[in-house]
């Protein structure tokens, strides 16, 4: 079975600092990555996502992740946060088993950030 | 165009009575996704629909949870009585295809709280 783990719970940040939110995932078999994030009182909202290639990926809102497949991670970056990037974020993984694989999401617990002015 | 939505965004109820909840895809979608976020947690897959049979329902907690979609399109999650432990928030999820790369548009969800 897959798991993720999302290393921090909080992180607080000043706002234009540079962030990283932290995801290690586990699976015997390859997988295809997702980053969500939450804003209050709203749905998850799909922020980048790795299915092959490139292992930097680009997403909404000056974000990136970079695909690390020895480390088994997928880090998301911004260079320069906002105060309007506070949320959280969930890091989540679907496995490609391969014939009738599906997109069932796998998440990890969350990481809130905090943009302080 | 309208995304996911779901109703009631807010469902109180009492232990033991027995509640729904409707959840309507983004027209068009054939696969429809249920996941329920406990507090400080990541959504936990429930049930996946592809058109209107369940093909997926390993995350069903207990045979009290229960999923239709008759006409391929709005899904009920159904919870017979319930506990205390069903407090969550339930979101659901649909995608074009079902396929591992579709994108999975999520819905506000319900916040359902079993006193």
């Known amino acids: 079975a897959q798991s993720v783990t999302q290393l921090d719970s909080q992180v607080p940040v000043f706002e234009e600092a540079p962030v990283e939110l932290r995801c290690n995932y586990s699976?015997?078999?390859?997988?295809?990555l997702f980053w969500y994030v939450q804003y209050p009182n709203q749905g998850l909202q799909l922020l980048l996502k790795?299915?092959?290639?490139?292992?930097l990926v680009k997403g909404i809102n000056g974000f990136e992740a970079e695909f690390n497949k020895s480390q088994t991670s997928f880090h998301l970056r911004k260079p320069s946060v906002h105060i309007s990037d506070t949320a959280e974020y969930f890091c989540?993984?679907?496995?490609?088993?391969?014939?009738?694989?599906?997109?069932?999401?796998?998440f990890g617990q969350g990481t809130i950030l905090t943009v302080h002015p | 165009g309208a995304g996911v939505s779901q109703t009631p965004s807010n469902k109180v109820t009492e232990k033991g009575k027995y509640v729904e909840l409707r959840c309507d895809p983004i027209?068009?979608?054939?696969?429809l996704y249920w996941y329920r976020q406990s507090l400080g947690q990541g959504p936990e897959f429930l049930i996946y629909?592809?058109?209107?049979?369940?093909?997926?329902d390993s995350g069903l907690p207990n045979d009290r949870f229960f999923a239709v979609r008759p006409e391929g399109s709005v899904s009920t999650l159904k919870i017979q009585r319930t506990e205390r432990g069903d407090s969550a928030v339930y979101l659901c999820?649909?995608?074009?295809?079902?396929?591992?790369?579709?994108?999975?548009?999520f819905g506000p969800g319900t916040r359902l709280t079993v006193l």
């Open positions: 999820a649909s995608s074009l295809t079902g396929l591992l790369t579709d994108t999975q548009y």
């Open positions: 699976s015997s078999v390859s997988v295809y």
């Open positions: 790795y299915l092959s290639g490139s292992t």
């Open positions: 989540a993984v679907s496995v490609n088993a391969g014939g009738t694989s599906y997109g069932k999401l796998t």
């Open positions: 027209s068009g979608h054939t696969a």
């Open positions: 629909f592809q058109g209107t049979g369940a093909a997926d």
